[in-house]
RNA sequence: AGGGUUAUCGCCAAGUCGGUAAGGCACAGGAUUUUGAUUCCUGCAUUCCAAGGUUCGAGUCCUUGUAGCCCUGCCA
């Protein structure tokens, strides 16, 4: 399938022309927090245009920003994208940086085009003016550049306060661009950097220090997301007037957005702060890390990136799709196994008392290498609640009284009567099954319209299962609120216990084992496996249940 | 007269110099099926935000509108 793109389309035209022999790209995340499914967008654009045309992609971290960042965010996003199995050729950090960057801003200074202020946030709001009308110069906007030179090495020393001086680019502040309003360059912040430590007390902002590190990394293609398309003639100002040698293009793309999604790093991190989640992994959290440990793979999430494509139009990708493409990686690869979360008792009445034999079961029906294991077949089973009904609706195949269905793998089974407690629930049924329909004996001598999971009573294992039911928000931002349709909320979750595969269990690998329930999966979370039971996260259904 | 930007099927998204609307998800039928899953066929925009105009011919060009998103952090 040829899929194309706006940007491959400026790349091309690019390579074609002659402005480039070849490309670099980068992926410039702010290590302040946990890679999330939107980030997982621009990583597949970056590292597949880069890989596509054969050039070649950097990981930068953009820690221009102290008291946001943190070293667990650096190392968490590295693992991220190495876990999406792309290798980045350079790694870098934008603060390795800062000393060609404090050179660049005396440059601006010499050629008359930054300035020491001394506005206050407030003052500098009021002279930036407004979107209809135009700013005022600042009163310090016209020193020498001896004194400005003087003062921002003084910044640097320390000697001033936070927030007491910036250096201001000197562009123009009638601009109906308010980037363009005399934007300012380096702030006074007296925090210690992740990786520069006490080093430095000043700290450029974005629109100063991205251009200048994607130029001095010779990127030649920057991307970015939409809300930057304001900022892309002060991009291109920098790079110009900072006389960089290299001049990288930065183009801008839609972000991702999916349904029942929260993408906002800020929510996301609140909810961590808060401890409403048990941390930026936590499957329920749409971050790479959270998907991970619910079991999805990088398979799919590439899989999703590639076929969502890029464009500039705003959009927000239906969840499913996510679903498609984890069931479209999983289902001919996962090792299946039967679990029944809602256990109900079936009591095969003409099979004897006290046997137990073994049926063989595939591990995966599209997988003869997956190979098979035994499960034990008795006279009392379980299967799910949800496959029998007492009342049939209409096109109703699986049991009640009076119809047969297969046990998967087993024999097929015909419901005869119902018990009920003294509630009146069903507490068990009763079914007799055809020995000749064995799985295997190759008997036609009838159909069945079903076929539904099973374990036997007394040998299945106990197990807990936490489910994570998504609420609907009260409180939903009006401007957020597509992004807010569904929220995660401590007061929904449901523990229950269900029944797992014995022998499933036994040889549980953590991350990569998958329950198959009915018609999705569900993963195998072993981070509260305890003891004497286990415990499992049952955080995604990649399918719904029956339509009935 | 603030500026920027986007508008193609329910959701994404291709649509080169104008030539008579790809594909995926979702959905709906049908066939297979020891998971009502999967797989497999079939269907799903006389129409491209609107209205004019140019043209033999326009989603693609022009004009005028409309709607959404972004911009007044010493965040990125």
């Known amino acids: 399938m040829v899929t194309s793109n706006f940007i491959k389309n400026i790349i091309t035209d690019d390579l074609e022309t002659g402005k ?79 000393d060609i960057m404090y050179e660049k801003a005396q440059l601006l200074i010499k050629k008359g085009l930054a300035y020491v202020c001394e506005l206050t946030p407030d003052e500098m709001r009021e002279y930036r003016g407004t979107l209809t009308d135009a700013g005022k110069f600042s009163p310090y906007r016209e020193r020498s550049v001896e004194e400005n030179l003087d003062l921002l090495e ?58 200048l590190e994607d130029a001095i990394e010779n990127i030649t293609h920057s991307l970015c997301s939409l809300e930057f398309e304001d900022h892309r003639p002060l991009y291109d100002w920098f790079v110009k007037e900072c ?68 464009s500039k139009a705003d959009s927000v990708i239906d969840s499913q799709m ?85 046990l998967k793998g087993a024999y097929f089974i015909k419901c005869n009567e119902v018990i009920h407690d003294e509630n009146g629930e069903v507490a068990e049924i009763h079914c007799t099954y055809d020995p000749e329909t064995k799985s295997g004996s190759g008997f036609t001598g009838r159909k069945v319209k079903a076929t539904i999971h099973w374990l036997s009573a007394k040998e299945a294992q106990k197990a807990e299962f936490r489910l994570f039911e998504p609420l609907i928000l009260d409180d939903v931002p ?25 022998e499933a269990t036994k040889n549980a690998s953590p991350l990569d084992k998958f329950q198959f329930v009915r018609h999705g999966f569900f993963s195998v979370d072993t981070k509260y496996t305890t003891n004497d039971k286990l415990v499992f996260n049952r955080v995604v259904s990649l399918k719904s249940s029956f339509k009935i």
Not at 49 to 59: R, S
Not at 176 to 203: A, E, L, Q, V
Not at 277 to 283: E, K
Request: aromatic share 10%.
């Open 154 to 211: 003084r910044m640097k020393q320390g000697e001033f306060e936070d927030g007491s001086k910036v250096l201001r680019a000197k562009i123009d502040m009638a601009s109906s661009n308010m980037n363009m309003r005399d934007p300012i360059i380096y702030r006074i912040s007296h925090n210690i950097h992740h990786n520069t430590g006490d080093k430095w007390c000043i700290y450029p902002m974005y629109d100063f220090a991205h251009p």
């Open 322 to 406: 996510l679903d498609y493409f984890v069931r479209e990686d999983l289902l001919p690869k996962a090792q299946l196994a039967m679990t029944i979360l809602r256990p109900l008792k079936v009591v095969i009445t003409n099979y004897p008392e006290g046997q137990v034999e073994y049926v063989e079961i595939e591990n995966n029906p599209k997988d003869e290498s997956a190979g098979t294991r035994k499960l034990p077949f008795s006279r009392e089973i379980y299967i799910e609640r949800e496959d029998f009904m007492e009342v049939p609706v209409k096109k109703y195949f699986r049991l009640f009284v009076g119809n047969e269905v297969r």
């Open 20 to 98: 480039h022999n070849s490309i670099i790209t980068r992926f410039p995340p702010e290590p302040n927090g946990y890679l999330h499914i939107g980030h997982a967008k621009s990583i597949c654009l970056n590292f597949g245009l880069a890989d596509e045309f054969e050039g070649k992609v950097n990981l930068r971290f953009d820690d221009t920003n102290p008291i946001k960042e943190d070293t667990e965010y650096v190392n968490a996003i590295k693992k991220d994208i190495e876990w999406l199995n792309f290798e980045w050729d350079e790694l870098h950090f934008a603060s390795n940086y800062f």
């Open 478 to 502: 009006e401007n957020e609120g597509k992004h807010f349709l569904e929220q995660i909320n401590p007061n929904s979750l449901e523990v229950i216990e269900g029944l797992i595969e014995a």
């Open 243 to 310: 006389e960089m040698e290299s001049t990288p293009r930065q183009i801008e793309f839609a972000r991702l957005n999916m349904t029942n999604t929260v993408m906002s790093k800020r929510k996301l991190k609140e909810l961590v702060d808060n401890d409403v989640v048990d941390g930026w992994d936590d499957p329920r959290m749409p971050t790479i890390a959270g998907f991970r440990r619910r079991g999805y793979t990088p398979t799919s999430i590439r899989n999703l990136c590639r076929e969502i494509g890029v």
